[in-house]
């Protein structure tokens, strides 16, 4: 297995239905168009990694506008192959697909004429895109939709993932030929679009409300001693988030791994948290 062994195929009854890559080791982002054959909605999926092993799940979030889905591998499902580090594309890089719909099709590569362009979807939502020329002239592409735009070249070690194929754009002229410029969502871009990967929120569990609770419990300003624990918690969370924030900017984590790094703290906290207030 190659060090882009990070791309899966996914299928619906043994029909194979698009592409996908895997964002952390619990969730798969694709294309959602490429779910058009799914007979439902809620309806189970195989997973199908380079290796031929297959894991099960289920479309978990989708965005039609962006034209994005996110699905949710089983609880039940080890994930043992690397997940890539994202990265962020600037123009004139170069890029590749490490996905091929078939072993006797090309393999896309070429260069990347913006990094974070405003485009609008075909679904109707402007997304932040990746828009990138494609040195082979196939025509006709839609095949690749839902895979991974990786930096560099073919064969190139450790290569970081830049965002997601979408669409093509339409030549314009006389005939229907597409024009071999290719639009994807960057990782970022996904990423914002599902709650799943949203943590922010958590933070609000560990500070005192506004509301009473549900239990009468003594205020901790009444009561002489340190600061609220829960203050003290919600500090903490927040001291890490601050750290887990400049280490992204300083390209230490993939978007997948920051999100991951805040949910654990955040997650870390409040189970400790609730383990003090039960005692």
């Avoid at 199908?48 to 039940?76: F, W, Y």
């Avoid at 979807?121 to 095949?143: F, H, I």
């Avoid at 994807?184 to 799943?196: N, Y």
Wanted: glycine residues 10%; proline residues 7%; charged residues 20%.
């Amino acid at each position: 297995m190659t060090d882009a062994a990070y791309w899966v195929e996914l299928h619906a009854s043994r029909q194979r239905l698009g592409a996908g890559f895997l964002l952390t080791r619990r969730f798969v982002l694709t294309a959602l168009h490429c779910l058009r054959g799914l007979p439902a909605a809620d309806a189970p999926l195989d997973i199908v990694l380079p290796d031929g092993s297959t894991l099960s799940g289920r479309v978990c979030e989708q965005d039609k506008g962006a034209d994005l889905a996110l699905v949710m591998i089983s609880s039940g499902c080890e994930v043992k192959v690397p997940v890539p580090r994202a990265g962020i594309a600037f123009s004139g890089d170069a890029w590749f697909g490490p996905y091929r719909p078939a072993r006797m099709e090309a393999q896309l590569s070429g260069r990347v004429d913006h990094g974070a362009a405003r485009y609008q979807c075909e679904g109707g939502a402007v997304v932040e895109a990746l828009q990138l020329t494609v040195e082979q002239q196939l025509g006709d592409y839609s095949g690749y939709s839902g895979g991974p735009v990786a930096a560099g070249r073919p064969g190139d070690e450790d290569a970081t993932v830049l965002g997601i194929l979408l669409e093509q754009l339409p030549r314009r002229g006389p005939t229907d030929e597409a024009a071999n410029v290719l639009f994807g969502a960057t990782v970022r871009e996904a990423m914002s679009r599902f709650d799943h990967f949203d943590v922010e929120h958590l933070i609000d569990v560990l500070r005192p409300g506004s509301s009473p609770p549900s239990r009468v419990r003594p205020d901790p300003e009444d009561t002489p001693g340190p600061r609220s624990t829960v203050a003290s918690a919600a500090a903490s969370v927040d001291a890490w988030f601050r750290q887990i924030d400049l280490w992204a900017s300083q390209r230490s984590f993939s978007p997948a791994q920051v999100a991951d790094l805040k949910f654990s703290a955040a997650k870390t906290a409040i189970e400790g948290q609730l383990g003090k207030d039960s005692a």
